[in-house]
């Protein structure tokens, strides 16, 4: 969280990562080219069907795999390794003067789909990460001597592996294909609710025949994409209606909607969710240890912090295992009784104290399920100890959804409704919902207080419109928090992140004008940049800062102007 405990390689990477989105914003993107009735794919072993066969894929990165697949028995699946993108390639067949459709389904990291050698315009297109299929298409001319093109899909340095599969090259008949173009699927029938939860609404349709992939829309917007006649919509709100539609899809185009049907989710079970918290809070995280910023005890700590996340808890030798340790001699003879009884006046005073797990040094891992259970065991045992009102996330070196998620889902069993868990994202951890930081935000909904992602330390990053914002504006703050108020939080479990002085950070300090500025953007319209979001979100959680310390350094002038215009919010 602080400079000071954060390594430079995860800044390197942020930094990699914001080159790679400009990167491949410059790419061509072309819209898809419509097929005539002798068009043929010209493709060979589209589906992987026969291993490798027809590809040629560098590193020997690439590899055949039976899971997952979009259709058929097999898919490639390739993997990044230090200065390989995984590339896999094939030489097609293609007549001069031809128009191309060309399209390939795509799964897992950072997924490229392009063309070479075309004799005019070469083309690609890509997608970030994705945990579902997902179609990518462009369209492509060739040029008057041109007999032949390279196709080809990538992944990106350092991202996870990338899945391929029904990679298709439609237009006149080049001598490498045969499969006959097919027709857009027609439209699902038999859509209906068969099950909700407080946070998803579950759903079934009869198969089309001849579709190869179904997308799911909520109230007008495409949700998830599946390869079945089933899917679980997750990450809603607790007792609200939903219209879901479902269209059927394959690499001829997409059916028109279905007849509309309404899910309704379950009224929630009562979970942390920011129980006794005002509608707006502020979050400050308190150094147990001295960096140079003022060394303070929980009772020096400013009331204008309704949450104070206690940096931080302790990895130790059991694994997904955490402790907490008091630096009294660092913290000037502060000893556990007073730490102790001051959690407890905090609490009388009606703020919340939680034990953050992370930081840059703190590496816990919780990668199966004796290490979820050992979490929530030992982070129950701490809030018993120092009296915690919960916990806050802040591992900055990566986590497991599934895990972690049920990790906290069994504190919150032991702890009950009163939990409070907080989380803390770096702001590459939250562009996109299939992020492991996210899906577990997304998994824990119900029970989740608050998400206050970090909006320093960080390279440009991708607003929810699919621009390249950078950081220190107050655009950067409102089109990124922009994809998590439209990726399924709710609006007050939205916080913004910021260093409280040029001393907390690395980078990406703003004043706090820029930060209400911001607030006002997303609650009510106004004070915003060039960004305005298409709708206001007046239940916006509040704001979050590094340090508590920096804060009372730099005279608590952050505390004092943003604390204040959070809790005047309306």
Not at 207 to 236: C, E, F, I, P, Q
Not at 329 to 357: C, E, N, R, W
């Amino acid at each position: 969280m602080s400079p000071q405990r954060r390594s430079t390689a995860r800044l390197s990477t942020a930094r990699l990562w914001s080159g790679a989105v400009t990167a491949a914003l410059a790419l061509t993107f072309a819209g898809t080219g419509q097929a005539s009735a002798a068009d043929v794919n010209n493709a060979k072993n589209p589906g992987f069907e026969s291993g490798l066969s027809n590809w040629t894929c560098s590193a020997s990165s690439g590899t055949t795999v039976s899971s997952p697949v979009h259709g058929g028995a097999a898919a490639l699946r390739a993997t990044p390794a230090g200065q390989d993108d995984a590339q896999c390639s094939q030489t097609v067949a293609v007549k001069p003067n031809s128009t191309y459709s060309l399209s390939a389904w795509v799964q897992g990291g950072y997924a490229f789909l392009g063309v070479t050698g075309t004799g005019t315009t070469d083309v690609s297109t890509w997608t970030p990460d994705s945990s579902s299929w997902k179609q990518l298409t462009t369209s492509f001319t060739t040029g008057s001597a041109t007999t032949s093109v390279t196709v080809y899909t990538h992944g990106w340095y350092g991202q996870a592996a990338y899945y391929a599969d029904d990679v298709s090259v439609y237009g006149p008949d080049g001598g490498g294909g045969g499969d006959p173009a097919p027709t857009v699927p027609s439209t699902p029938s038999g859509l209906s609710v068969s099950g909700t939860t407080s946070s998803s609404v579950s759903l079934s349709w009869n198969a089309v025949s001849g579709a190869t992939g179904y997308n799911v829309y909520r109230d007008g917007t495409k949700v998830t994409a599946v390869t079945g006649a089933s899917a679980t919509v997750t990450g809603l709100t607790a007792s609200t209606s939903y219209a879901f539609q479902v269209t059927a899809t394959n690499s001829a185009g997409e059916s028109a909607k279905s007849t509309a049907v309404t899910g309704t989710t379950a009224a929630s079970s009562g979970g942390g969710g920011g129980t006794a918290l005002p509608k707006h809070a502020v979050t400050g995280y308190w150094q147990n240890f001295n960096n140079g910023a003022t060394v303070q005890k929980i009772s020096d700590v400013s009331s204008q912090y309704d949450i104070i996340a206690v940096a931080f808890a302790d990895a130790t030798t059991t694994p997904g295992a955490v402790t907490f340790n008091l630096d009294s001699a660092g913290l000037g003879g502060y000893t556990v009784d007073q730490f102790k009884a001051d959690i407890k006046a905090k609490q009388a005073a009606g703020k919340k104290v939680v034990v953050s797990v992370g930081g840059q040094n703190g590496t816990v891992s919780v990668s199966d399920s004796t290490s979820a259970a050992n979490f929530a065991n030992s982070v129950y045992s701490l809030m018993q100890t120092y009296g915690f009102d919960g916990v806050d996330i802040d591992l900055e070196n990566g986590l497991n959804a599934t895990y972690m998620s049920q990790a906290l889902r069994s504190l919150s069993s032991k702890a009950g409704s009163s939990l409070v868990i907080t989380m803390a994202p770096q702001t590459i951890d939250m562009q996109s919902t299939s992020n492991a930081y996210f899906q577990t935000a997304l998994n824990v909904k119900d029970i989740l207080t608050v998400v206050n992602m970090q909006y320093y330390n960080s390279g440009s990053m991708l607003g929810c419109d699919g621009k390249v914002y950078s950081q220190g504006s107050v655009d950067f703050l409102t089109a990124l928090a922009c994809i998590q108020l439209e990726g399924g939080l709710a609006p007050s479990q939205v916080g913004l992140g910021l260093p409280a002085s040029t001393s907390a950070a690395g980078s990406g300090y703003v004043s706090p004008t820029v930060v209400n500025n911001a607030l006002d953007c997303l609650t009510a319209g106004t004070n915003c940049g060039s960004f305005k979001p298409s709708k206001t979100y007046p239940g916006l959680r509040g704001a979050m800062t590094w340090s508590t310390n920096w804060d009372a350094a730099a005279g608590s002038s952050w505390s004092n102007a943003v604390g204040a215009h959070v809790h005047g919010l309306p």
